[in-house]
């Protein structure tokens, strides 16, 4: 983990703007080097709270980036301030543009048959320099050796993983050893965006940071992941608390 880090409830996130950001992966793609990259929202930090296996996979991540308005506002109200959002599916928009430019090639893992071949299918037709390596679905047991064998002899530049909070960044880690290269990432729902399943919020919804509340009136399923969202403000109203307790009075 990078030293340019801010703490948030015990996970270190990366200082650090999007375009900062790309380049540093592009680094370790043109040095031929291996990066594990985390994107994590309120639901992951409070997830790997009460996981103890889970904070450990995060801890074992290179890089932690804030997937969230969640939790750029928390970093200010500690006055731990970072710039902006780095999420995973605006980090996949970029590691595909820049594949498209470097004639980088791609694996993808995750999703249902239907879901994965279309991804893939608009990942050719949209960025028709990027050589897509393989791909396979995401209903598999995570002990299964094939899919990292196959990864390893076919060594692709980046391998986008979405197979779910957690399961896929315990995919991540317990495969990466054996790889030579390559930028490895967990990328939730991206590849149901990517096959045209299911909308991104609009820009004014970003814009106004209710990205969150977009998916939740167009999935009212989630209102369970969505509880964790105010687990986690009352966690960091709870740790600003105990700051402004330590401040000595004059």
């Known amino acids: ?45 409070m997830k ?13 991540a290179d890089y ?9 506002k928390s970093a200010g109200l500690l006055g731990l301030p970072l710039p902006e959002r ?6 996949t928009l970029r590691l595909l543009s820049l594949a498209n430019e470097k004639n980088y090639s791609v694996y993808l893992l995750g999703g249902r048959d239907k879901v994965i071949e279309k991804a893939s299918e608009t990942i050719e037709t949209e960025y ?25 002899h076919i060594k692709p530049d980046i391998v986008l993983v979405a197979l779910g909070a957690g399961r896929q960044e315990a995919w991540i880690n317990q495969h990466l050893s054996r790889f030579e290269h390559g ?13 045209g399943e299911v909308q991104r919020a609009p820009e ?22 969505q509880i964790a969202l105010p687990q986690f403000a009352l966690k960091v109203l709870q740790v600003k608390m105990q700051q402004i307790a330590k401040v000595p009075v004059r």
């Open 204 to 225: 004014v919804w970003q814009r106004m940071n209710l990205e969150w509340f977009y998916r939740l009136v167009k999935q009212p399923s989630r209102w369970k992941r």
């Open 1 to 45: 983990m990078m030293n340019n880090t801010v703490n948030i409830l015990g996970i270190d996130f990366l200082n650090t703007t999007i375009n900062n950001f790309i380049n540093t992966l592009h680094s370790h793609l043109e040095d031929r080097k291996k990066a594990f990259v985390v994107t994590a929202n309120p639901e992951v930090v």
């Open 64 to 72: 932690v980036t804030a997937d969230g308005i969640g939790i750029i």
């Open 183 to 195: 930028i490895f990432m967990g990328v939730g729902g991206t590849f149901d965006v990517l096959a």
């Open 86 to 91: 780095v999420t995973g599916f605006d980090l």
């Open 128 to 152: 028709p320099n990027v050589t897509i390596a393989g791909y396979h679905h995401g209903f598999f047991d995570l002990n299964d050796d094939k899919i990292a064998s196959t990864i390893e």
């Open 48 to 60: 790997a709270r009460k996981e103890e296996d889970f904070m450990s996979v995060i801890k074992n």
